[in-house]
């Protein structure tokens, strides 16, 4: 029996695939550290990291699409381009 098809976004929703999944990895990350941070680890502490994940995750996301232009020159500046190793042989 054939497998079902997986569903995948076209090559051009890359950008957007990215700052979803980066900005959700990290607005959870950093909701856990920031919640355990001001309020300790107390009874409703997931439930404190959720309310702040439902703020944080939107502006996260908005935030990696915003700041994406900037950070691929910064890292432009910062990285030597690659070089094919079989162009010195």
């Known amino acids: 029996m054939p497998l079902p098809r997986q569903f995948k976004l ?8 990215f700052a979803l999944y980066m900005s959700a990895i990290m607005a959870f990350l950093m909701c856990l550290v ?5 309020n300790g680890l107390q009874e409703d502490y997931l439930n404190n990291v ?7 995750m939107p502006v996260a996301f908005v935030c990696v699409l ?5 950070v691929l ?4 500046w910062t990285v030597h381009p690659a070089h ?5 042989s």
């Open 34 to 38: 920031i919640t355990v941070a001001n």
């Open 50 to 56: 959720i309310r702040a994940y439902k703020l944080a």
């Open 66 to 70: 915003l700041v994406r232009p900037i």
């Open 10 to 17: 076209p090559v051009r929703a890359t950008h957007y695939a």
């Open 73 to 76: 020159k910064l890292v432009s």
């Open 84 to 88: 094919d190793s079989r162009a010195n």
